[in-house]
């Protein structure tokens, strides 16, 4: 086995016969839009993919950007690039917001139907003069061009992560704008030096979301994982390409 890489069994592993409800996170979700087979294989037989490298540097600037916008909501003021954009927000004061921000909780909503406990941990949360709620989310990376959009086929898993949590608000029984906001932090490398400073020029990007999607996915996960055979790798699967070409090539060599 190799010592880079030692696939465990997942612990959330899906029983149809458990009465408890089954936690479901955002990421996972868009794990099954990209592929059932793969998603299957996760979360009833257990084998993740091979997991990429951790984002350190994004979560450098996810971690710094939060801190940035509490010192505003404790001081009750609005963020300058608020301001700055003429956004109808401020950072919302909300008593759940660090539970709602935490990997392993975020906000949670049971979808009783599939007995299925979705959850997806949020960045920020800001408020607009109608007291609708605002979801927001944190991008970081280092383009030569200047990111005005989140229209690009790639950046899907953006829109649907924006569009669960503004579902999973609602479930909750809030009031939610349409719109949501991705701040956009793009590291900039055409500096003389370095100078032990990372510039970024940050793009406060509107998206109207639409959760309608949401609920029909929830019951396709549940019934994926209610059926007793692996579903097909879906057209276009990079994972499932590598697993059937490593797959036939063991066979040919055993043989």
Known sequence: ?????????????????????????????????????????????????????????????????????????????????????????????????????????????LHRPSNLLVFGAIDDLWVNSQNEYIVVDYKATSKNEKITNVSLGWQIGYRRQMEVYQWLLRMNGYSVSRT????????????????????????????????SWVVKAVNDIHACLMQGDIPDAKDGCDHCAYRAAVGDILKTNSA
């Open 180 to 211: 949501g906001y991705f701040v956009y932090c793009n590291g900039q490398t055409d500096r003389e030096m370095f100078k032990e400073t990372l510039e970024f020029d940050i793009t406060l990007i509107p998206y109207k979301g639409d959760d």
């Open 1 to 109: 086995m190799s010592k880079f890489y030692n696939p465990k069994r997942s612990r959330n592993i899906y029983d149809p016969k458990a009465e408890k409800p089954f936690k479901l996170s955002r990421s996972k979700i868009d794990l099954f839009l990209q592929c059932p087979r793969c998603f299957y294989i996760d979360r009833r037989l257990g084998v993740g993919r091979v997991p990429g490298f951790p984002f350190n540097l994004n979560n450098a600037v996810d971690t710094l950007l939060k801190k940035e916008f509490d010192h505003y909501r404790a001081k009750n003021q609005n963020h300058p690039l608020l301001e700055k954009n003429g956004v109808d927000a401020r950072p919302a004061a909300h008593r759940d917001l660090d539970r709602w921000r935490q990997n392993s909780n975020g906000i949670q909503y």
